[in-house]
C-alpha cells in the first residue's frame, strides 16, 4: 500500500537585496509557534553571509517542508558519495554484490595529497579489502580513494544517474569523481544536486522504499558513525543523525565548499531531514561550520517543542 504523504514546501529565494516567498496552500495547517520560530531564526542565520545558502527540511510527523534556495543547483562535494553508495547497495540487494566481498587495492588506487584515511591504514596497497569496509571508509570518514574505488566497481558517473533516474530522482547529477574534482576545482559543479532534490532522495531511504533491511540497516548505522563535519556539536548526544557531509576549498579564490545533508532523530523517534548547501563562500572555514551547526540547533528546538514552542523534555534540551 503506497504512503500518501502530503508535501507543503514552504520556498524562499533569498538575495543580498530581496527575499520571496512561495504562496503556501490556505487549507494547509501548521504548528504556528513553533514552525514559524524555525523559519525566522534559520532566515537570520543564513541573512547577510557572504556566501550562497540553500537549506531545505522536511517534518517526517506531518509533511511541512521549508526551504532557501531549494531548486538552486549546488556542487556536492562529498555528499555525492551517497547515491554511490545507494547504488552498490541496490546491487547487494539483487545478488550482483555482497557486503563480503573483497575489492584488491593496489597501491596506485591509493592517490597521495588527497582525504584518505584508508591510505593512511593501507600504506602500500596491494591488499583485498571488503566491500563493507570500504563503503565505512567512504561514508563515514568520507575518503576520497574509497570513492573513487567504489564508483568504478559499479561502472562510474554513468551507472549512478540511471540508477537516480530509475528512482525517480532528476535534478542531482554525477559526472566526476574525486580525483577529477581534486584535479581541476571548476568541475566540481559538475556534480550537483538542489536542496529540495535532496530531501527526497532521503526520503526515499527513510522511508525504506530503496533497499533491503539489511542494506538499509547497515547503511543507516555507517552514517551516523560519520566523523565529518559540524551538524551535531550544538545538539544533544541522545540524537542521532545518519548524515553525509562534503567540503572543499579553492586556494585561487578562497571560496569555500560546505554541505551536510541527513536525517535527525529525536529518542522519541521524532525525525526531520534536512540538506544545508554553501557555496561561494568567503566566509572563514569555522563561521561556515558553524552556520551548519547553528541550523541544526534550529531544527532540533523545532523537533523538541510542542506547538505552543515550549520544550516537551528537558532531555531535549540543546547545547
Not at 279 to 292: L, P
Amino acid at each position: 500500500m503506497k504512503k500518501i504523504v502530503i508535501f507543503v514546501a514552504v520556498c524562499l529565494q533569498l538575495s543580498c537585496a530581496s527575499a520571496q516567498q512561495c504562496m503556501v496552500p490556505a487549507q494547509t495547517k501548521v504548528p504556528a509557534r513553533r514552525y514559524v520560530a524555525m523559519q525566522n531564526d534559520i532566515r537570520r542565520i543564513v541573512r547577510d553571509r557572504k556566501a550562497v545558502i540553500g537549506v531545505a527540511i522536511y517534518d517526517c510527523k506531518n509533511g511541512n517542508s521549508f526551504c532557501i534556495n531549494g531548486y538552486k543547483r549546488f556542487p556536492m562535494q562529498s555528499v555525492f558519495k551517497l547515491p554511490i553508495v545507494l547504488k552498490l547497495l541496490s546491487k547487494v540487494d539483487v545478488g550482483e554484490l555482497s557486503l563480503s566481498d573483497s575489492i584488491y587495492i593496489k597501491d596506485s588506487d591509493l592517490l597521495p595529497e588527497t582525504w584518505s584515511p584508508m591510505r593512511e591504514k593501507y600504506i602500500h596497497g596491494n591488499i583485498n579489502v571488503a566491500l563493507s569496509d570500504i563503503i565505512r571508509y567512504t561514508i563515514a570518514e568520507s575518503d576520497n580513494n574509497g570513492c573513487d574505488i567504489l564508483l568504478r566497481h559499479i561502472g562510474g558517473p554513468l551507472a549512478v544517474n540511471e540508477y537516480l533516474r530509475s528512482i525517480g530522482i532528476e535534478q542531482i547529477t554525477i559526472a566526476r569523481n574525486e580525483a577529477e574534482q581534486h584535479a581541476n576545482f571548476n568541475s566540481q559543479y559538475d556534480n550537483w544536486a538542489t536542496p529540495m532534490e535532496s530531501i527526497q532522495l532521503l526520503r526515499l531511504l527513510y522511508e525504506q522504499r530503496l533497499l533491503k533491511k539489511d542494506s538499509y540497516d547497515f547503511l543507516w548505522k555507517t552514517m551516523c558513525e560519520t566523523s565529518t563535519g559540524s551538524v551535531k556539536d550544538k545538539i544533544p548526544q541522545t540524537v542521532s543523525v545518519a548524515h553525509k557531509t562534503g567540503s572543499g576549498f579553492d586556494p585561487r579564490t578562497k571560496l569555500f565548499v560546505i554541505n551536510d545533508v541527513g536525517i535527525m532523530v529525536l529518542p522519541d523517534n521524532t525525525a526531520a531531514l534536512y540538506a544545508i548547501y554553501i557555496m561561494k563562500s568567503k566566509e572563514s572555514r569555522s563561521t561556515n561550520y558553524e552556520i551548519i551547526a547553528d541550523i541544526a540547533k534550529c531544527l532540533h528546538r523545532y523537533l523538541s517543542c510542542d506547538e505552543k514552542g515550549e520544550m516537551v523534555s528537558s532531555n531535549n534540551k540543546t547545547k
